[in-house]
């Protein structure tokens, strides 16, 4: 897609935001939400406060978003709203404010399908992400297994590794976790837990990078992933006696941070 038509889209899914805004403001059900009743009512505005943030990002031209994927799950939720409305007994004026209303949302969630995603991601992440952490797939016989702009997962026979952007909360930004047949991992550890097994204190160094630029992520990822390789290899190759190390180190780090807080507070 040309530079020219990625605007285009942009401009109609503004359009489009726009008046789907106004159009919500003015809802009954959003203008008094104490008087809400129906199950459709309930349901369109719990559906609207989901989309509201996200539509508000994309118009706003962020890339944190993997548009068609979260638009088709939106699709899918209006839909049900749909069928609800056709079972809600309703005024004649009222049926058709809200037919009227949900065509609109229906033409929302379709432009914004059409917006387009950076394969780098956002801010650069998922082709640092893939770059750092390459050898997961060259040395551990990991494989790639979910993507989007903003998170990354990598998965062997036992273990897992989630990279998630969260420059708000860096400490979620990797996760290494057990996995047993797909089912809900068993523990995990964060990079914090690993940089302690490695003595560099209780919390890894987050602070040095600017995680708001694309230099500043890439170079996170990869100081991540060179502590990664340098102490975890066994732990990636999903060893018992390593993870038994590891959660009680991670056990020993939770206990020392508490107690630094407390101390902090108190002091």
Request: hydrophobic share 35%.
């Amino acid at each position: 897609m040309t530079p020219e038509h990625s605007d285009d889209r942009h401009r109609d899914f503004v359009r489009s935001h726009e008046s789907w805004q106004k159009h919500t403001e003015a809802l009954p059900l959003r203008k008094n939400r104490k008087e809400r009743g129906t199950v459709f009512e309930i349901d369109l505005d719990h559906l609207i406060d989901y989309v509201r943030p996200v539509a508000a990002d994309a118009a706003s031209g962020s890339t944190q978003f993997d548009y068609p994927k979260v638009a088709a799950a939106y699709m899918d939720d209006l839909e049900r709203v749909q069928i609800e409305l056709e079972q809600t007994p309703l005024s004649a004026e009222d049926r058709k404010l809200y037919v009227d209303y949900v065509g609109e949302f229906r033409s929302l969630l379709q432009n914004l399908s059409s917006l387009p995603v950076p394969v780098e991601g956002h801010l650069g992440f998922r082709a640092s992400a893939l770059e750092a952490f390459r050898f997961l797939t060259e040395q551990y016989h990991f494989k790639l297994v979910e993507t989007s702009p903003v998170e990354v997962q990598f998965r062997s026979s036992t273990m897992s590794v989630r990279l998630s952007y969260w420059p708000q909360n860096p400490i979620g930004s990797v996760e290494i976790a057990q996995c047993d047949d797909d089912r809900e991992k068993a523990y995990g550890f964060t990079l914090d837990d690993i940089a302690y097994a490695a003595g560099l204190g209780v919390r890894f160094d987050y602070d040095q990078f600017d995680l708001k630029t694309p230099r500043g992520i890439a170079e996170f990822l990869e100081a991540a992933a060179s502590l990664l390789r340098r102490t975890a290899g066994a732990l990636l190759e999903g060893d018992p006696t390593e993870k038994q190390v590891f959660l009680r180190k991670a056990e020993e780090r939770e206990r020392r941070y508490i107690e630094t807080m407390e101390q902090q507070n108190s002091a």
